[in-house]
């Protein structure tokens, strides 16, 4: 079975500040992908990023950043210098080889203040 | 090149009617995967269609199907509409197998009264 779990539903931080996304995963499955979305209140789920299981190496993208732990089965996202516009609903999903399905776990709604 | 497009963005139905759903992949992209999202919560699998076939289903009632067409459109449609069908559809195309990256359209947004 598959699940995703995003603790934090709610993240207030004010502009500049750093800020971490948690997500923990579940699978049996030795291959599989991760991936990270942006909601903005429009509704459009947006492409943040792309990992398979086999890849552990941390990402860096501008501000943004993955850190990705096999060993604690972790896919955490960090904000450096947030600003106003990163508030929106974050999603973190899973899909394994074998699966015929992506689940998304329930999100974590992000609000920048200035 | 266009992104997902889908229609329409919003649409008001009564209990018990039909609804269709429509969905344009990107250029070049395959696959569709239909999404449910009700308030609150993460996007929940439909279904997923490439290359005209059905490749995925979700855990939900046969009230719900959907087609993809020879220029890889899609309908999906939902019958005798109940008041929990109230969400947003969520449309996303891939080049292929589930597994790729998939990108998402602006979504339609139902409400069933």
């Known amino acids: 079975a598959q699940k995703v779990t995003q603790a934090q539903t709610e993240i207030s931080v004010v502009e500049k500040e750093d800020v971490t996304l948690d997500c923990v995963y579940e699978?049996?499955?030795?291959?599989?992908?991760l991936f990270w979305y942006k909601q903005p209140p429009s509704g459009e789920l947006v492409f943040l990023i792309r990992r398979n299981s086999f890849d552990e190496q941390n990402e860096i993208s501008g501000r943004y950043s993955w850190n990705f732990q096999k060993s604690t089965s972790s896919f955490n996202f960090t904000i450096t210098a947030s600003q106003v516009v990163d508030s929106a609903v974050y999603f973190c999903?899973?899909?394994?080889?074998?699966?015929?399905?992506?689940?998304f776990g329930s999100g974590t709604r992000l609000s920048i203040r200035p | 090149d266009a992104g997902v497009t889908q229609s329409p963005t919003h649409l008001i139905k009564t209990r018990g009617q039909q609804v269709t759903l429509r969905c344009s992949p990107i250029?070049?992209?395959?696959?569709v995967s239909w999404y449910q999202q009700v308030l609150g919560q993460g996007p929940q699998f439909i279904f997923q269609y490439y290359e005209k076939e059905e490749r995925g289903r979700g855990n939900f009632p046969d009230r719900f199907s959907a087609r993809q067409f020879p220029n890889y459109s899609s309908e999906l449609n939902v019958n005798a509409l109940l008041l929990g069908d109230s969400a947003l559809y969520l449309c996303?195309?891939?080049?292929?197998?589930?597994?790729?990256?998939?990108?998402f359209g602006p979504g339609t947004r139902l409400l069933v009264l």
């Open positions: 999903a899973l899909i394994s080889s074998s699966a015929s399905k992506i689940i």
């Open positions: 996303a195309s891939s080049s292929g197998r589930i597994q790729e990256t998939q990108y």
């Open positions: 250029s070049g992209h395959k696959s």
């Open positions: 699978t049996r499955d030795t291959t599989y992908y």
